[in-house]
């Protein structure tokens, strides 16, 4: 059984990784997949070390002795594999996983356990961070958690986001990130962050961002009135300013996607600099 093809309950799966053997085995075939591969010279032949707790892998060219976890999130650590594995597996899940749970189910301290998440996460970021938004990508500003106020100041479980998704030729959402956004930058929780950054971090730059149209007005408002308060333009211009109804904003949505397109591409590649 690869490890692509991994038991659906949390029994099964430790009873396969019962032993550290089994675990090295796939960490092996999961750290080079086509065999070993001297991380110094390139050279694909090696001596095998099994002295120690982990095999050493010594290059038969320039000599380098490689650990096993050498390279992994699990450089340096001490806890057996098959712990490691099974807190692998329990963050491969859709339910979420805290520390203090998988102390209990894994048998480590919580520091231990509180460790271990964090070093499982960091790799999932850095996988997501080479992982960017292609195709037609659509961003706006979202919040983390419901509103818990309806007052301008931030509540502290409130979070500003940005969200961008790459869409399917469906229009259905292919790929997602979702970032933090920091409130300093906000002037209140009803403030939306630039998504320029975001655009640069996620967005691979050959593709076709899309920036949802009332999101760039109103970024564009914000940005042509560098006054400290627009809250008075905006009043006035709410004042002046003709109402829209629901049918001509449909509409208008469905415009946007058809004749409008290259105007928001020009405006998107604008915000990417
Ligand atoms: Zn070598």
């Given at each position: 059984?690869?490890?692509?093809?991994?038991?659906?309950?949390?029994?099964e799966?430790?009873?396969?990784?019962?032993?550290?053997?089994?675990?090295?085995?796939s960490?092996?075939?999961?750290?080079?997949?086509?065999?070993f591969?001297?991380p110094?010279?390139?050279?694909?032949a090696?001596?095998?070390?099994?002295s120690?707790?982990?095999?050493?892998?010594?290059c038969?060219?320039?000599?380098?002795q490689?650990?096993l976890?050498?390279g992994?999130?699990?450089e340096?650590?001490?806890?057996p594999?098959r712990?490691?594995?099974?807190?692998?597996?329990?963050?491969a899940r859709?339910q979420?996983i805290?520390?203090?749970?998988?102390?209990k189910?894994?048998?480590?301290?919580?520091?231990?356990?509180?460790?271990?998440?964090?070093?499982?996460?960091?790799?999932?970021?850095?996988?997501?961070?080479?992982?960017?938004?292609k195709?037609?990508?659509?961003v706006?500003?979202?919040?983390?958690?419901?509103?818990?106020?309806?007052?301008?100041?931030?509540?502290?479980q409130?979070q500003?986001?940005?969200?961008g998704?790459?869409?399917t030729s469906?229009?259905?959402?292919?790929?997602?990130?979702?970032?933090l956004?920091?409130?300093?930058?906000?002037?209140?929780?009803?403030?939306?962050?630039?998504p320029?950054?975001f655009?640069?971090?996620?967005?691979?730059p050959?593709?076709?961002?899309?920036?949802?149209?009332?999101?760039?007005?109103?970024?564009?408002?914000?940005?042509?009135?560098?006054?400290?308060?627009?809250?008075?333009?905006?009043?006035?211009?709410?004042?002046?300013?003709?109402?829209?109804?629901?049918?001509?904003?449909?509409?208008?949505?469905?415009?946007?996607?058809n004749?409008?397109?290259?105007?928001?591409?020009a405006?998107?590649?604008?915000?990417?600099?």
């Amino acid at each position: 059984m690869s490890v692509h093809e991994t038991p659906d309950s949390f029994d099964e799966f430790c009873s396969r990784f019962a032993s550290e053997e089994s675990c090295v085995e796939s960490l092996f075939r999961a750290k080079w997949p086509t065999g070993f591969v001297c991380p110094r010279c390139g050279f694909t032949a090696y001596y095998f070390i099994s002295s120690r707790r982990l095999p050493l892998y010594e290059c038969r060219s320039c000599r380098l002795q490689h650990s096993l976890i050498a390279g992994t999130i699990m450089e340096g650590s001490r806890t057996p594999l098959r712990l490691w594995f099974q807190a692998i597996y329990l963050h491969a899940r859709p339910q979420s996983i805290n520390a203090l749970q998988l102390s209990k189910i894994i048998g480590v301290t919580y520091k231990t356990a509180w460790l271990i998440c964090h070093k499982i996460r960091y790799g999932m970021s850095q996988a997501e961070s080479g992982n960017l938004l292609k195709g037609c990508v659509h961003v706006s500003d979202s919040m983390y958690c419901k509103r818990l106020t309806p007052y301008f100041d931030w509540h502290p479980q409130e979070q500003a986001l940005l969200v961008g998704s790459s869409l399917t030729s469906k229009g259905t959402i292919d790929q997602l990130k979702i970032k933090l956004q920091s409130k300093s930058q906000l002037k209140d929780k009803y403030d939306c962050p630039d998504p320029a950054t975001f655009i640069r971090q996620n967005v691979e730059p050959s593709s076709v961002p899309t920036v949802v149209q009332a999101y760039l007005d109103q970024y564009c408002y914000y940005y042509n009135r560098p006054q400290r308060s627009v809250f008075g333009l905006l009043l006035t211009d709410s004042a002046i300013g003709r109402t829209i109804t629901y049918p001509l904003l449909t509409r208008s949505r469905r415009s946007f996607r058809n004749t409008r397109s290259a105007r928001i591409i020009a405006s998107a590649s604008a915000l990417m600099g």
